[in-house]
């Protein structure tokens, strides 16, 4: 007979506070950017809400695109490999690019989108994650604008999932799943 297993979620950020957050680091980006035109790269699917919120509290001119990587697939552990499943709609030569990902973590799919934008020769190329986990980077890669840094723990809720659930949680929560 087939058991009932349940995910155990406990909120790590609220959604308010989440909402504070991305209007602090849009008006750095603003703030940083400013009288100039920012064009934002939302890495999908994970970084939708985020690039979603984080584009409207940013008082410039700003152009979205976004790119599809391959990462983790339905396991909580990144396969080391990064492969690219739909690239961007526009050239980004001479453009402002911000790179907008849900969580840095390994800093593997993060270094890779980072070489590939930098050759095409964007005006300048910058970094924003929601969330950051620096105790599991692989890659040295920094980002430029971070919304909140984490312990080491699996995360969903705000764009990121679990085998695909859990990403319109509108809180950031701690996923625990009980063993079988
Ligand atoms: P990295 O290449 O290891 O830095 O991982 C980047 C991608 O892995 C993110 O864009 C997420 O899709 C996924 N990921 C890493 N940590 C978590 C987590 O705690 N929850 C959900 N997805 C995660
Ligand atoms: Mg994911």
Redesign the pocket.
């Known amino acids: 007979m087939p058991s009932v297993r349940k995910d155990h979620l406990i909120i790590r950020i609220r959604h308010a506070d989440i909402g504070k957050r991305v209007k602090a680091v849009a008006a750095q980006i603003a703030k940083d950017f400013k009288g100039e035109r920012i064009h934002l790269i939302g890495?999908l699917k994970?970084?939708c809400f985020f690039l979603a919120d984080l584009a409207r509290e940013i008082n410039l001119e700003c152009s979205i695109d976004f790119i599809a990587v391959a990462?983790?697939g339905k396991t909580k552990e990144?396969s080391g490999q990064?492969r690219m499943l739909k690239d961007l709609d526009q050239n980004i030569a001479g453009l402002n690019v911000i790179l907008v990902?849900?969580?840095?973590?390994?800093?593997?799919?993060?270094s890779y989108l980072l070489r590939i934008l930098k050759q095409r020769r964007p005006k300048t190329l910058r970094m924003a994650a929601l969330l950051d986990?620096p105790s599991?980077r692989l890659k040295p890669v920094k980002g430029d604008y971070i919304g909140f840094t984490i312990p080491n723990?699996?995360?969903?809720g705000y764009g990121?999932?679990?085998a695909e659930r859990y990403r319109n949680l509108k809180d950031v929560c701690v996923l625990e799943i009980p063993a079988p």
């Open positions: 890495v994970g970084a990462s983790y990144s990064v990902e849900d969580i840095l973590d390994t800093g593997l799919t993060a986990k599991r723990e699996f995360v969903v990121l999932d679990y």
